[in-house]
């Protein structure tokens, strides 16, 4: 029993071997059919994970940038990250779409192409790094160009063109730069805004480019305009003649002229004298209500602003620097036009005169020339008006003794001066007149002992400029009052230019504000005959 039982088994396993290894071999196809498939699930799990966690990780930064509202170091590190997560997500598509031939080379090729990717971007990331400029404008902009030019050794200027913002109340201009310009940090400038930036008690302007983070909570605008803007003083030496045009006209025309009348002036230490005086000059370069800027209490937002004036020269226009080629021909001409004097092309009053008794006028008396006799009341004035008066007519002028005010009204003087064919005065503020004088007109200029040099530097080569013609009557020292005062040995009497080398404080202590005239009508004689001569041709 037991040995059939025994061969009945042993039967049974024999004839049943075939099947079983058959059935072993499917089990084991299908066991690493199951581990391949495991595997490759496994790794396209890890690079599905990886590939949410970095557009996670973006998408946080993007969300902090918002939540820190805009603080220049989050949002620094904040689009670095986004540049580098970007990458990642562009890398992995890539990776995803490759034929890889198994499991093990399909991950190092990944954990490689990661590796070098972020190798290389750190890379780059430090060698922009480098240079604290190049860090800024790579996550934040380009590089924008500086808004403010301190080069001049006359005046400093700041243009900004873009959303430019006045506060009058601090005395401060803001550029606030478009959002792909900003930077983590912005330069900042305070500067003089009249034409003579070395005048220590001219007031400051305080203009700043914003920053990125500064950009986001600038000060909102009170009031939008669509014209230009231009911020300048009306102090320094104003309220002489002569610094009144050169130092704020003349700079204001250079800077403004080419608006053509569309520009608002925001003007700090506010003159009211100076607008009252000259309120037709400026209400022409202006068609827009001036603006006492360190009163204003509102934001000024317009779409260019001009911090300062430009300034060539005392009192006079380089062509090449002026955006129409003005010309102080030109300045001239327009003074003429802004006080309603009558235009180009008429000859100087005595000669338009003769012209039309010529013409059959009913005159029959000859048009004697007309000459202005500047009367100056302080410094370098004449002490014998009288007797000069007299021999100016004696020659055969028209006298009009003229003693020029502050507060004179311009439009009325501007005629008087018109009317006129010679501009006569000492050296000094009042000539400046000779703007409202006619081409060919003539300014002779009496040169006080020792200022040869001043008389035609500031007065002589700027009437030539503009078609006057300039003479001048240089004293000898017995004709001032210094040879009176001093004696013939003391310094500024027996060596002016010894004078000079001193320093400025002594030459303008003797021979600009202790000096006066006593004309020697005798010598001066031949002067007026030979004015005479002049303006007959």
């Not at 502050?406 to 005629?415: A, G, I, N, T």
Request: proline share 5%; aromatic share 8%; net charge negative.
């Amino acid at each position: 029993m037991a040995q059939g039982m025994a061969g009945d088994w042993s039967s049974s396993s024999s004839t049943a071997a075939v099947p079983s290894s058959s059935g072993m071999a499917r089990r084991l196809a299908r066991h690493h059919q199951a581990v391949l498939g495991f595997l490759l699930g496994f790794f396209v799990s890890v690079v599905l994970y990886t590939t949410v966690s970095g557009l996670c990780l973006a998408t946080n930064s993007i969300a902090v940038h918002d939540i820190e509202n805009g603080q220049k170091d989050v949002l620094t590190k904040t689009m670095g990250k986004e540049r580098i997560e970007d990458k990642k997500l562009v890398d992995g598509t890539d990776m995803n779409k490759k034929t890889v031939h198994s499991t093990d080379q399909l991950g190092q090729t990944a954990n490689d192409a990661r590796g070098n990717l972020e190798e290389e971007l750190i890379r780059q990331e430090l060698d922009q790094d480098g240079d604290g400029n190049n860090r800024s404008n790579v996550t934040l902009g380009t590089p924008l160009k500086p808004i403010c030019d301190l080069s001049d050794p006359r005046y400093d200027i700041c243009e900004i063109s873009g959303d430019a913002r006045a506060i009058g109340a601090n005395c401060t201009v803001l550029y606030v730069p478009p959002a792909d310009e900003r930077g983590p940090d912005g330069p900042e400038w305070t500067i003089r805004d009249q034409s003579r930036k070395d005048l220590g008690y001219i007031d400051k302007v305080n203009v700043k480019t914003l920053s990125a983070a500064q950009s986001l909570v600038a000060p909102g605008c009170t009031s939008r305009h669509a014209v230009p803007a231009v911020v300048f003083a009306m102090n320094g030496l104003t309220s002489n003649p002569w610094h009144d045009f050169s130092d704020v006209l003349i700079p204001l025309f250079i800077t403004t002229r080419a608006y053509d009348g569309e520009v608002q002036f925001l003007v700090t230490d506010f003159r009211p004298w100076f607008v009252d005086k000259y309120r037709l000059i400026l209400t022409n370069l202006s068609r827009y209500d001036i603006i006492d800027f360190n009163k204003d209490t509102g934001v000024r937002c317009y779409p260019h602003i001009v911090v300062g004036l430009r300034s060539h020269s005392d009192l006079g226009i380089d062509p090449t620097r002026t955006p129409h080629n003005y010309t102080m021909l030109d300045f001239r001409m327009y003074i003429r036009d802004v006080f309603s004097l009558p235009p180009e092309g008429q000859g100087i009053p005595f000669k338009e005169a003769n012209k039309k008794k010529k013409n059959g006028g009913t005159s029959t008396e000859e048009q004697k020339p007309r000459l202005m006799l500047i009367n100056r009341a302080g410094i370098r004035k004449f002490v014998n008006l009288p007797e000069i008066s007299a021999a100016v007519q004696a020659a055969g002028f028209e006298v009009l003794v003229v003693e020029p005010l502050r507060d004179m009204r311009l439009d009325e003087f501007s005629r008087e001066v018109d009317s006129c064919d010679v501009l006569m005065g000492a050296h000094g503020a009042a000539l400046t007149s000779f703007f409202f004088l006619r081409t060919n007109a003539v300014m002779l200029q009496v040169v006080p002992w020792g200022l040869e040099r001043e008389a035609m530097s500031y007065f002589g080569v700027h009437a030539k400029d503009m078609m006057l013609q300039d003479m001048e009557y240089s004293i000898t020292v017995e004709e001032s009052t210094l040879y009176e005062k001093y004696g013939k040995d003391h310094l500024a009497v027996r060596d002016p230019e010894a004078l000079r080398k001193q320093g400025w404080q002594l030459l303008r202590k003797y021979l600009w504000d202790e000096q006066d005239i006593r004309l020697n009508v005798t010598r001066f004689s031949p002067t007026l005959h030979q004015l005479l001569r002049t303006l007959g041709e």
